[in-house]
């Protein structure tokens, strides 16, 4: 379908928003935490087959969209645990990660 087709193709971090408790992050970490994420981008090559890259390593993923929802999840071959990539919000694919020092919301753009 079209939302596929629009999917198809090299996502890179556009940009790195935190909702952390202030009291315990300093900007350091954040600026931190940013820059971490920023290594991690991904290709989604074909209606099923997606590539992450992070830390200069390279994992093939299978993918599926939930229409309903349009999340975007994933598992590696050979793993029963299915990771929920993103919602695509066009023309950005949005991840929220929840850690111990709170909210990390990374936003994706196509290249």
């Known amino acids: 379908s079209s939302t596929e087709n629009k999917l198809t193709g090299v996502w890179k971090v556009q940009d790195v928003k935190t909702d952390f408790n202030e009291t315990t992050a300093t900007p350091q970490m954040l600026q931190q935490v940013a820059e ?3 290594q991690t981008y991904f290709k989604i090559k074909n209606d099923s087959v997606m590539v992450i890259i992070s830390n200069n390593k390279t994992y093939e993923a299978v993918w599926t969209f939930d229409k309903s929802t349009n999340v975007i999840n994933h598992h590696f071959k050979g ?22 020092l709170g909210i990390i919301t990374t936003i994706y753009a196509k290249e």
């Open 36 to 38: 971490i994420q920023k």
């Open 79 to 100: 793993d029963a645990d299915t990771h929920k990539l993103g919602t695509f919000i066009d023309p950005n694919i949005v991840t929220e990660s929840k850690t111990q």
